[in-house]
T-cell receptor, first 107, second 112 residues
Framework: GQQLNQSPQSMFIQEGEDVSMNCTSS?????WLWYKQDPGEGPVLLIA?????ELTSNGRLTAQFGITRKDSFLNISASIPSDVGIYFC???????FGQGTILTVHP | DAGITQSPRHKVTETGTPVTLRCHQT?????MYWYRQDPGHGLRLIHY???????DKGEVSDGYSVSRSKTEDFLLTLESATSSQTSVYFC???????????FGEGSRLTVL
């Protein structure tokens, strides 16, 4: 089946630093979705990408749909403590998700 | 808010007992999904439904069954719970053709 490899698995950063994480696939995807999960809650959609090469921003978050259609990137600028959580990449079709990136932000 | 309610939110049970988790939605969405979340594995699809009495298996369906007799309810059943089914279970729906999933708050199941 489809596999999504997300990296890094975890990140420990200082408040104010920028964050970058990525997701790669063994298959071509038509949609890339990025979710954030706060502790004890369900994942919430952050950004959705629908076209190869698309670059989309949502506040301090920026995500890109790779031109090969096999990867996507999520960047968070000027991190703050409330950015803590697990970030998942995912795609439509078989609704596959990556393993998640656990982000810890030290004040 | 996609109007998704999961119940129970927490459950502790013993190996070999049956367990049913309920997902209820209030907005008449056609597509519903059950995922489990485990450390190191992310979210894995168990079963999904395209409508009433229309269900299919996901990536990790062994040991699970589902039923959807009404649009608003999608039930996940563990016929005989095992310790490997200790997990957090999430229900999700999609609102249209874009594939954007909206998740419930999760049900934490512990099988002793």
């Amino acid at each position: 089946g489809q596999q999504l490899n997300q990296s890094p698995q975890s990140m420990f950063i200082q408040e104010g630093e920028d964050v970058s994480m990525n997701c790669t696939s063994s298959s071509i995807f038509n949609t890339w979705l990025w979710y954030k999960q706060d502790p004890g809650e369900g994942p919430v959609l952050l950004i959705a990408l629908y076209k190869a090469g698309e670059l989309t921003s949502n506040g301090r978050l920026t995500a890109q749909f790779g031109i090969t259609r096999k990867d996507s990137f999520l960047n968070i600028s000027a991190s703050i403590p409330s950015d803590v959580g697990i970030y998942f990449c995912g795609s439509y079709g078989k609704l596959t998700f990556g393993q998640g990136t656990i982000l810890t932000v030290h004040p | 808010d996609a109007g998704i309610t999961q119940s129970p939110r927490h459950k502790v049970t013993e190996t070999g007992t049956p367990v049913t988790l309920r997902c209820h939605q209030t907005e008449n969405h056609r597509y519903m999904y059950w995922y489990r979340q485990d450390p190191g594995h992310g979210l894995r699809l168990i079963h999904y439904s395209y409508g009433v009495k229309d269900t299919d298996k996901g990536e990790v369906s062994d040991g699970y069954s589902v039923s959807r007799s009404k649009t608003e309810d999608f039930l996940l059943t563990l016929e005989s719970a095992t310790s490997s089914q200790t997990s957090v279970y999430f229900c999700a729906i999609t609102t249209g053709t874009t594939g954007e999933l909206f998740f419930g708050e999760g049900s934490r199941l512990t099988v002793l």
